[in-house]
């Protein structure tokens, strides 16, 4: 009867675990990275932005080449008409056709603009590092993300792992409970406990098999897969003990995306002040064109009338007064260099606060994680100890389940020590701009 129910529970088990287990695949965080850096839709539309910043960087559209236009018309009319001089002659014409035919190919270059041209080249330029800074941003957001998500779906198979050991334990006990039964040793209460005990422990490994499978759809979601793909995780929370305070410091002033979008739109500001000013200083145009007309007349005295012929010219303008709109909007354009200054000394002090409550929390959990490896350790051996008195008798099996608990909360502790470990160190490499070394 004992071996029965211990293969039917046994079986359960496996059921549980092996229910998913067709079409899976096991995923590596480099895989997953890999698969997110190339199929993530928000990622698609930071590349695309990216690519528009570096269309809009262009010699045209800083304003340097010329504009040439072609331009042509044809235009027909029907007209009755009559006249009449003074010596009384004249004469009528009914339906006289008249067309015009016009031509004109057209240059206009502004060869002198007050360097307003330069700046905004120098402008777009700055525009387009943005954009690309904000590509990287975005792509050192989703890898730690991509990596967050990924160590939770390890964080929770481990604590699996964790109830399904537990679960092996309360059926040794039920075992060693039905053992004592059969000998008179035991009680009927005993063995309903630790029978009640299992379900828990069998409800528990199910709620978090659960969890597993929101945290997988999670996951899926950051890499736009189906939702429904599974996979397997092998490798285990590896922490990095050793993350030095002031390199990592130096690479944050000097590598941390924000803060390098921060300094080009500092940059940005200043040059729109120079673009501003530079509608101070004249402005000369080149104009030139070929032009072609030819009329038609039946009703007139010329039959056709036809020129063709080349222009050339040059424009100076300079504005005198425009209700000293454009001193406003330098004032307005020095207005926005102070926020870009402020905007930049805001982003530097948040970084480097940021920085130290997130290397706090990285030096507390690696402590965390010592601490918690020496309990599990006691506990541990607690268990065995527990286990060994409980088989003899010595210990009730109340006291027998209170050490099982102790042991399955220093598992879950140390688990979730590793875990809270990691994301600081994820946390501050995304900071830094040193993700790579999360592999």
């Not at 599974?230 to 924000?258: C, G, H, S, Y």
């Not at 307005?332 to 929390?361: C, G, M, P, V, W």
């Not at 008195?389 to 027998?400: H, N, Q, Y």
């Amino acid at each position: 009867m004992m071996q029965i129910r211990f293969l039917t529970l046994t079986i359960f088990i496996l059921l549980l675990l092996s229910s998913n287990v067709q079409a899976q695949q096991t995923l590596t965080l480099e895989e997953a990275v890999q698969i997110g850096l190339e199929n993530n839709y928000g990622l698609q539309i930071s590349r695309n932005l990216q690519k528009e910043a570096e269309n809009n960087r262009s010699l045209g559209n800083a304003g340097f080449l010329p504009v040439v236009d072609l331009t042509g018309s044809r235009t027909e009319s029907i007209e009755d008409s009559e006249f009449r001089s003074a010596d009384g002659t004249g004469r009528t014409n009914e339906g006289a056709r008249s067309t015009n035919t016009n031509a004109s190919l057209n240059l206009n270059w502004t060869i002198f603009d007050g360097l307003t041209s330069f700046a905004r080249h120098d402008r777009l330029g700055l525009l387009k590092e943005i954009s690309d800074e904000q590509l990287r941003f975005d792509m050192e957001y989703m890898v730690s993300q991509i990596a967050l998500s990924f160590f939770n779906v390890i964080r929770i198979s481990e604590q699996m792992k964790v109830l399904e050991n537990n679960i092996e334990v309360s059926l040794e006990r039920i075992e060693i409970e039905e053992t004592k039964v059969d000998l008179g040793s035991g009680s009927e209460y005993d063995l309903l406990q630790a029978r009640s005990d299992l379900n828990a422990d069998r409800a528990a490994f199910i709620r978090e098999r659960n969890q597993l499978n929101e945290a997988k759809i999670t996951l899926n979601e950051l890499l736009s897969r189906d939702p429904r793909t599974d996979f397997e995780v092998t490798t285990e929370i590896d922490v990095n003990r050793f993350l030095p305070e002031e390199e990592l410091f130096d690479q944050l002033m000097k590598e941390n995306a924000e803060l390098a979008i921060a300094r080009f739109e500092n940059e940005v500001s200043q040059l729109e002040i120079r673009e501003v000013q530079g509608e101070r200083y004249p402005q000369i145009s080149l104009t030139s064109g070929y032009s072609f007309n030819r009329s038609e007349n039946d009703g007139g005295f010329f039959q056709f009338n036809e020129t063709t012929g080349f222009s050339v010219g040059i424009t100076a303008r300079v504005n005198i007064f425009n209700g000293f709109n454009l001193n406003r909007r330098v004032q307005n354009a020095q207005i926005r260099k102070k926020n870009a200054d402020l905007n930049l000394e805001a982003q530097k002090l948040r970084l480097e606060s940021d920085f130290q409550a997130i290397y706090r929390t990285y030096q507390n959990s690696i402590e965390l994680v010592d601490l918690e490896e020496d309990n599990l350790a006691n506990a541990e051996e607690t268990l065995d100890i527990a286990l060994e008195r409980f088989r003899l008798g010595s210990i009730s099996s109340l006291e027998f389940r209170e050490a099982q608990r102790t042991f399955l909360a220093a598992e879950n502790r140390l688990i979730n020590a590793k875990f809270e470990a990691k994301v600081a160190e994820t946390e501050l490499l995304q900071l830094t701009g040193e993700l790579e070394q999360i592999f």
